[in-house]
């Protein structure tokens, strides 16, 4: 297992389109994929539970995964997270 | 069930009134959130089924949403599409569809109760988030929870879509796309908890001619489906089960208020012109392009102010300049050749967070809004002068800046234009060519420089709303010194006056956009005082027009010689309440005392 954190840059935080993003990534590795803020862990592949944390800008979100895709399932989401979700610029 | 009927009280809830009219009819209560979900225990042979039949409810959810996405993105933009796209990945989401097959199998109940049950552990969650913006996509769960109860319920719960004969629809509050599958010809009038007079429900009933109250708080709860109901969007009443003698009370005024409304409308086609021959321009505000045809039905010469921010702030990006040439043009189009006064981006920091950042002011009042925002963010404005260019070639376009304070904003803003032109031009783009260029005088500042700014545009526009409140040191949301706002003050006389004579003297013309004209008071005094073009709500330019066709100009400016001599905004009032009791008391039907 290894784990990573990251710092949501978004002005508006991890909302729900941003929280589908988030999943549809995670969703790609076979990897079991968590993801907390503040001690409240959810599923990273669960749009319900992502969006539920309410990451808002400057919120660390600490990624644990599991599986044999872990390595390049954490790094892919942590530049997500650092690139803003590449395409969002709110 | 009439003992049931009999006892059910009269009910007067108050709320803002959206748009006028009065309309009776059966209560459509549309917020199926709120309808409480019974326990229903099943049987263990019935699991499968009950799993099935919640399986198929997503399934129907998903394929009803995947509609919307499409005639969304037609309709309003790519963005909106994307919003429900998300909504469709709540609908496939693990979480929520193994806890509420768990929960069926194991608890023995219904579907509608058990994914009731697993979301609302979702709300609670959102209701813990701190950040206001991240919480409130709770909507969007609940918006989802809705559309998939509506399918798993069936013809038991009602669905807007359902609406299949006249009623009124009461909700809690309507979204562009709630009311995407409705059918409007059904809608005898809008009813809703929360929302001002531009919310989505207000501008979508004025523009369909129906009355709409909003701002109710709570009535989606109280009132129950098939309630009869009197809408009175005149006083921004509601009457619920109404006792025969209301309904006879009300059947008279809207008898008395659909007569006025026929005999307005009989001067749809004529001027605005005095006794003795005055002309005076009167058209339309606008927040929106659909409201358009409101425009034209009621009679108004072209648009004295469209609006553009209602189109930036209802989305999650900035729009480009295709969407916005396609948006300003349809109503440039329409209208034509009359005149569409497009005002460039009004924004505060509070309504743009979305894309330019956390812009929250300790006062954003006086903060970076208007023009002082477009200047700052060069790509944003240029992009936007770009397609009101374009859209110029189609027909008779004017540019107005808003929230000017200073002579160097206007220089500014004209040098910009000029570049935004000079792109086109090279680029090979057809474009309107020398649009008029004018300026809202909102603040102070620019009526104490109305000289100076006169020689540099091309008409002014007074916004007597904001005006008002900078002029007084009001802000009119504050309860505790509200009774000092009052446009009838000599102060804004005065300062109205000052502008109109520095427009005139440099030949141009000025003309007022707010809520000003669209009273008795208000549009005999600006008659008087010289104003060129009156601008106000589309539904008020038949009573303006009857009250400017009643009255001679030269009886106006004798008032209003009277009016500026006077101390206090009461003596103002007496004194055109003795003008009309004296000299025109044919106008005194429309006296807000009137309506009473």
């Known amino acids: ?90 | 069930m009439d003992d049931a009927r009999a006892e059910q009280k009269e009910r007067i809830f108050n709320g803002i009134s959206a748009s006028p009219g009065i309309a009776f009819g059966e209560a459509f209560v549309m917020n199926v959130e709120d309808l409480a979900v019974s326990e229903e225990h099943i049987a263990p042979e019935q699991v499968d089924a009950e799993t099935e039949k919640f399986l198929a409810a997503l399934a129907q959810t998903e394929k009803e949403l995947q509609k919307l996405v499409r005639s969304l993105e037609d309709e309003i933009g790519e963005e909106h599409g994307k919003i429900l796209d998300s909504h469709r990945m709540i609908l496939k989401d693990e979480l929520f569809r193994s806890e509420t097959i768990k929960m069926i199998k194991g608890k023995k109940v219904n579907a509608a109760y058990a994914l009731s049950l697993v979301l609302d552990k979702v709300l609670t969650t959102f209701a813990n988030i701190k950040d206001e913006y991240l919480k409130e996509r709770a909507e969007d769960i609940r918006d989802v929870r809705r559309r998939v109860l509506r399918n798993l319920l069936g013809q038991r719960v009602e669905g807007i879509t359902s609406l299949r004969k006249k009623a009124v629809v009461v909700a809690r509050t309507l979204t562009p796309s709630d009311t995407a599958g409705l059918n409007k010809k059904y809608v005898l009038a809008f009813v809703t908890d929360a929302g001002g007079s531009t919310s989505h429900a207000a501008i979508l009933a004025r523009s369909q001619g129906i009355p709409a109250v909003v701002g109710l708080n709570d009535i989606s709860k109280s009132v129950r489906p098939y309630d009869d109901l009197i809408v009175d969007g005149i006083t921004g009443q509601v009457v619920v089960n109404p006792a025969p003698e209301t309904v006879a009370m009300y059947r008279e005024m809207q008898a008395r208020y659909n007569e006025l409304e026929k005999n307005l409308l009989t001067l749809r086609d004529y001027p605005g012109v005095t006794l003795d021959g005055h002309q005076i321009e009167l058209s339309a505000n606008i927040e929106i392009a659909d409201e358009v045809e409101d425009v034209v039905s009621h009679g108004a010469r072209g648009v004295g102010l469209f609006r553009t921010e209602y189109f930036f702030i209802t989305r999650n990006t900035l729009p480009s300049e295709e969407e916005q040439y396609r948006y300003y043009s349809s109503v440039v189009k329409r209208v034509q050749p009359d005149p569409v006064i497009i005002r460039t981006l009004d924004v505060g920091g509070d309504k743009i967070a979305r894309w330019v950042g956390d812009l929250r002011e300790a006062n954003p009042f006086m903060g970076w809004r208007g023009i002082r925002f477009t200047l700052a963010r060069k790509d944003i404005f240029k992009t936007q002068l770009r397609a009101i260019y374009r859209a110029a070639a189609h027909g008779n376009v004017k540019i107005m800046f808003p929230m000017v304070s200073v002579l160097d904003e206007v220089r500014l803003a004209r040098e910009i234009c000029e570049e935004v032109k000079d792109d086109l031009k090279r680029q090979r783009y057809v474009i309107g060519e020398r649009p008029e260029i004018g300026v809202m005088i909102e603040t102070p500042s620019a009526v104490a420089i109305a000289d100076l700014l006169a020689r540099e545009v091309d008409f002014f526009s007074i916004g007597t709303n904001d005006l008002v409140q900078y002029a007084l040191a009001v802000d009119r949301g504050n309860a505790k010194i509200s009774y000092l706002y009052d446009t009838l003050h000599p102060s804004i006389l005065r300062l109205l006056r000052d502008t109109v004579a520095a427009a005139h003297k440099n030949k141009i013309w000025v003309g007022i956009c707010g809520e000003m004209p669209g009273n008795i008071y208000g549009a005999l005094l600006l008659l008087g005082l010289g104003l060129d073009e009156f601008s106000a709500a589309s539904y008020l330019i038949p009573t303006i027009k009857k009250i400017v066709r009643s009255v001679t100009y030269d009886e106006t400016r004798s008032l209003v010689r009277k009016a500026l001599a006077m101390g206090t905004a009461r003596e103002v009032r007496e004194l055109v309440d003795r003008f009309i009791h004296e000299k025109r008391p044919e106008l005194r039907e429309f006296h807000p005392e009137a309506a009473s």
Do not use: P, W
């Open chain 1, 1 to 90: 297992m290894v784990s990573g954190s990251a710092r949501v840059k978004n002005k508006n935080g991890i909302h729900l389109r941003l929280a589908g993003e988030l999943v549809k990534a995670a969703t790609r590795f076979k990897s079991q994929i968590t993801v907390s803020k503040d001690g409240q862990e959810v599923d990273a592949k669960s749009i319900l539970g992502v969006a539920g944390l309410g990451a808002e800008c400057g919120a660390e979100l600490l990624f644990s995964v599991d599986g044999e895709d872990e390595g390049q399932a954490l790094e892919y989401l942590i530049d997500l997270i650092d690139n803003q979700f590449a395409q969002e610029t709110g």
